[in-house]
């Protein structure tokens, strides 16, 4: 069956980095955009990046452009998101999900995304 499992949180300090893994299994990852999305206690789950299967091609939200890097290993079947220079406001628990088709939706809305991982939780403090 479809599966998505996230690794690599964890705990570090302001201006760290840490970096995201998330593996597929059960279908191929090269046949569908994979994006990421946070969701910080009692807040909304929230879009922040999405690389294409076809191109490669991204997009991120405003608030980590230039801060975090998603790429992805077909081979692997892995997507990853490397975070630098990690702030207190980008603590969450991160998921992965899919997006049946080639290319990200328009959208960052998690209804546009039909499987998703557990999570992993990203904590970024002193």
């Known amino acids: 069956q479809v599966q998505l499992v996230e690794s690599g949180g964890g705990l570090v300090q302001p201006g760290g980095s840490l970096r995201l893994s998330c593996v597929a299994s059960g279908f191929t990852s090269a046949d569908s955009a994979i994006g990421w999305f946070r969701q910080a206690p009692g807040m909304e789950r929230e879009g922040v990046s999405c690389?294409?299967?076809?191109?490669?091609?991204?997009y991120y939200v405003e608030s980590v452009k230039g801060r975090f890097t998603i790429s992805r290993d077909h081979n692997r079947n892995t997507v990853y998101l490397q975070m630098n220079s990690l702030k207190p406001e980008d603590t969450a628990v991160y998921y992965c999900a899919r997006h049946d088709a080639h290319t990200c939706p328009l959208g960052s809305y998690p209804y546009e995304y039909d499987y998703w991982g557990q999570g992993t939780q990203v904590t970024v403090s002193t």
């Open positions: 690389i294409n299967s076809s191109d490669g091609d991204f």
